[in-house]
């Protein structure tokens, strides 16, 4: 069962789609759009880390015991994206597109490295432990899908 993997490594996939476009769009000096696109990446990646955060972490967390494993590196790296995301809404909001261009680059080998470990590692266990909680996949989804 994968249903924990295959949910959020398609979210994985849409945030990092709205992460091109503001690129592209920072690169080329669309400022409206590229304000507009980089605020909903933003929001798209705080509702998925909040889905794992506020829902998925500590059920599993609760399921096996396991609270200082990767849970607590997950959370860890999380703090990181923030910190590079505000950096970046920042630069965006200045028109500074040199600067944005190059936390994006940071921000896109963290999440690089952030995505593999989940898809690869930590989802995986998440399925073993919780992956017929449909209720529990239900709630994920809604957080994923939730309006501001």
Partial sequence: MSQITDLLSQD??????????????VAGKAWPDAVSRFTEFRA???RHLGAEENTLFP??????????????VMRGE???????????????ERRNDTAYLG???TLLMLMRQHNMKEEQILYPMTDRALGGDAG???QLDEALHAKA
């Fill in 12 to 25: 994985h996939s849409a945030c990092d789609e709205l992460f091109a476009e503001a690129e592209n769009l």
């Fill in 44 to 46: 798209a990646m705080e």
């Fill in 59 to 72: 059920t599993f967390e609760a399921r096996t015991g396991m609270s200082g494993g990767p849970t607590q």
């Fill in 78 to 92: 999380h703090a990181q994206m923030r910190e590079l995301m505000e950096q970046m809404q920042a630069a965006v």
């Fill in 103 to 105: 936390l994006s680059e």
């Fill in 136 to 138: 529990l996949i239900e």
